[in-house]
């Protein structure tokens, strides 16, 4: 049975993915941010100097009247009094009344004012304003417009406080204070601010439009190269310009491009040379398997060693790579314990032996112990001592020798070969690096023994490094720290 379609508005939809919110850039951020603080400048402008100068102003003359009662008030069972009165009145250009309960005036001083609010009132008005003020808890302030017709559209501020001094006198203290208008003064702003708004906010936006560009263009560039770097791109450089920080970014991205370029040059190398050491051993063992299986009478004991020697080359080449993973992946634990360093050395060279016209000369006054993990420093040894046998002279000599210096024995390793160059000291100890870049087949390994001694005694906490000249052989050498040869491991 067919399904009936369903109708076009009854259709389910498909929602659609929700796409993901693009970060603002540098760029747009800075000039937002640019023109939100010069809109935000010029509206504080506005407020602070329009809107807020009237109660501003109001509020500092309060409070200098304020201050100057007060200074008053601590005078007024001195000396001084009608002296300090008369120097404030003048300083300040107000009008001081001081008076007793009764009304009585004390000392006065008008300023300024034709017509004081204080002066203007009768004796027995002074009287109920003083019992006025002590109802409003001894202090009154208030603003009145002037009176006077000189002074039109101007106001006067009037402070009062009563209070009982220490010699039980009963004391008012009136501060009068002129507030000029204003009206002139904001008009005057507001032709500024006018000017300035229409000067700020285009000047606010040239600056969001070069400033965040010139900062931006560096970090724009670098992102691109960036971007070719992130695809294997390791020729290319970052232009180092634009502030300090933006340049600081682009010399350490241009270091990691060479670091990341070396690198990968080494891991191809040591495709290469991983290449050629497994191919050459394998083509020999089947060539000489294929021999004894076609051939009578090559079933001899020369051509099976000749298999067990290249199969051999191939599990040390194995070896090698797996300890190298193992080391600096972290995997593996070292196992230490007491030994004799010198007799194991002395064991180690005893199996070189065999190797038909080499000499393994080894210099030691004394038997040094050290604790340590022994197959691993045993593993350092034979590389050091394999490397040196690589790169040996026409005399076929490698050289040992062991000094003990305040507690720490070196051990070193001298060949007589071709030696290497100052600028690639730095390198050998590289796990890709062989400084031998014409694979011989004298010159057996991938440039991992080196690296194995460097990782090996890293987890020791041990020194290594190495002197050589061309053309007068090598000398590595490494160093732990020795022990007593009374010492004891720690229990457990």
Not at 64 to 73: F, L, N, Y
Request: with cysteine; aromatic share 8%.
């Amino acid at each position: 049975m067919r399904k009936k379609r369903a109708p076009a508005g009854e259709r389910k939809r498909i929602p659609m993915a929700v796409r993901k919110r693009t970060p603002m850039g540098v760029r747009w951020q800075m000039a937002l941010g640019f023109g939100i603080f010069a809109l935000v400048t010029v509206t504080l402008l506005w407020i602070f100097q329009i809107f807020l100068l009237r109660p501003f102003y109001r509020g500092i003359k309060t409070s200098e009247a304020k201050k100057i009662s007060a200074a008053v008030v601590r005078q007024l069972d001195g000396d001084n009094l009608a002296s300090t009165a008369h120097e404030l009145c003048a300083r300040t250009g107000v009008s001081l009344y001081v008076g007793d309960e009764l009304g009585k005036t004390l000392i006065g001083y008008q300023y300024l004012f034709r017509e004081s609010m204080i002066y203007s009132l009768s004796r027995q008005e002074r009287v109920q304003f003083f019992e006025q003020v002590n109802l409003l808890g001894g202090e009154y302030s208030r603003i009145f417009q002037s009176r006077t017709p000189i002074q039109d559209g101007s106001q006067i501020l009037l402070y009062a406080v009563t209070l009982r001094t220490p010699q039980n006198n009963y004391r008012m203290v009136v501060v009068e204070a002129e507030i000029t208008p204003l009206n002139s003064t904001v008009e005057t702003l507001l032709v500024q601010l006018i000017c300035l708004t229409l000067v700020l906010l285009p000047l606010g936006a040239v600056l969001a439009a070069y400033i965040p560009r010139r900062i931006a263009r560096p970090l724009t560039e670098i992102n691109e190269s960036a971007k070719r770097l992130g695809q294997g791109d390791y020729s290319v450089r970052f232009a180092q310009r634009g502030a300090k920080e933006v340049s600081e970014l682009a010399q350490t991205l241009n270091f990691a491009a060479g670091e990341l370029s070396k690198t990968d040059s080494l891991r191809r190398e040591l495709l290469a040379n991983v290449s050629h050491d497994l191919r050459t051993p394998l083509t020999m063992i089947k060539g000489y398997a294929e021999v004894m299986r076609d051939l009578p009478g090559e079933n001899t004991p020369e051509n099976v060693q000749t298999i067990i020697d290249e199969a051999g080359r191939l599990n040390d080449l194995v070896n090698d790579l797996l300890d190298l993973s193992r080391l600096q992946a972290g995997v593996i634990q070292l196992e230490t314990a007491r030994f004799n360093l010198t007799e194991s050395i002395r064991e180690i060279l005893s199996r070189y032996d065999r190797l038909a016209d080499y000499s393994f000369p080894f210099q030691a006054e004394e038997d040094v112990y050290v604790v340590a993990d022994q197959l691993k420093i045993s593993q350092v040894v034979y590389n050091l001592v394999n490397n040196a046998v690589n790169y040996a002279g026409e005399d076929k000599t490698v050289s040992l020798r062991q000094e003990l210096r305040e507690g720490r024995v070196r051990v070193f390793v001298t060949d007589t070969g071709e030696g290497i160059p100052a600028d690639k000291l730095q390198d050998i100890w590289d796990r890709y690096y062989k400084v031998d870049r014409e694979h011989r087949r004298t010159q057996v390994g991938t440039g991992l023994g080196l690296s194995i001694v460097k990782n090996v005694l890293d987890m020791h906490g041990g020194a290594y490094g190495v002197i050589s000249q061309v053309g007068k052989g090598s000398t590595f050498w490494f160093e732990l720290e020795a022990a007593p040869p009374e010492a004891q491991l720690p229990p457990g």
